[in-house]
């Protein structure tokens, strides 16, 4: 049987199947790029709910996997050479499992570092301005007198979706006919914004054409259906 016990997370999050990958996340719109590819993919893993509520990923144990402390993470006992792999970014995820299954990533050279600017498009751009729209629209933020952090961040986030609404035009998906990692790293975030963000009409999201029919084409799939909702929440 594998042993893990050398990494400390572990500890606090004992793996009851050590042969299997080790998710340890929350379904947010970050933690679901992970769980979706790996429903996708049908990889055999185990999932750990961390409490970000709870402070969790500022224990020393989580802080050992991913110095950042910020979710998700993974720890992958059949990594490269057959040794362990710890990794965190939840895009760095999605390329390495996307590398390990060859699935969701194009083989064509040209076609596959198209497909990872798209992801640094979501990480750079898509995942920080929606994330300050919820913040400044639903949580504490939405407490500020001075409303031209919201302004600001309501202008860039309508924004990037026109961008994608321009990509999309004539495509299924971000790639064309191919459903890839660029797709699921954005569909958490863009179903967020008008979801649990409750910021559609600010950003006018019913304006759009091809995004909206993108987005209910991602939700209707099964593995995202499941990857949505994982790890439950207690």
């Given at each position: ?59 020393p144990e989580y802080l050992s ?27 760095a995820i999605l390329l390495y ?95 967020n914004l008008i979801g649990f ?38």
């Amino acid at each position: 049987m594998t042993d893990l016990s050398s990494f400390p997370i572990t500890r606090r999050w004992p793996a009851a199947h050590p042969d299997r990958l080790q998710l340890y996340s929350l379904p947010t719109p970050n933690g679901v790029k992970a769980s979706i590819m790996l429903e996708e993919i049908g990889l055999p893993y185990e999932v750990h709910l961390i409490d970000i509520g709870a402070n969790e990923t500022w224990t020393p144990e989580y802080l050992s996997l991913n110095p950042n402390g910020k979710i998700p993470a993974i720890l992958d006992p059949d990594g490269p050479g057959g040794k362990p792999l710890a990794l965190f970014e939840s895009g760095a995820i999605l390329l390495y499992l996307a590398d390990k299954t060859g699935k969701f990533m194009p083989a064509d050279v040209a076609r596959r570092y198209e497909t990872i600017q798209w992801v640094f498009f979501q990480m750079a751009a898509i995942g920080p301005m929606f994330g300050q729209v919820g913040f400044f629209h639903k949580f504490a933020g939405r407490e500020y007198e001075d409303k031209r952090p919201l302004k600001r961040y309501v202008d860039e986030a309508r924004r990037l979706l026109g961008v994608l609404e321009t990509r999309l035009e004539g495509r299924d998906w971000i790639m064309g006919d191919d459903y890839t990692i660029a797709d699921i790293s954005m569909l958490g975030w863009v179903r967020n914004l008008i979801g649990f963000y409750d910021a559609g009409a600010l950003v006018d999201y019913g304006s759009l054409r091809h995004v909206p029919a993108w987005l209910e084409r991602g939700l209707a799939r099964p593995a995202v259906q499941r990857g949505l909702t994982i790890p439950a929440r207690g």
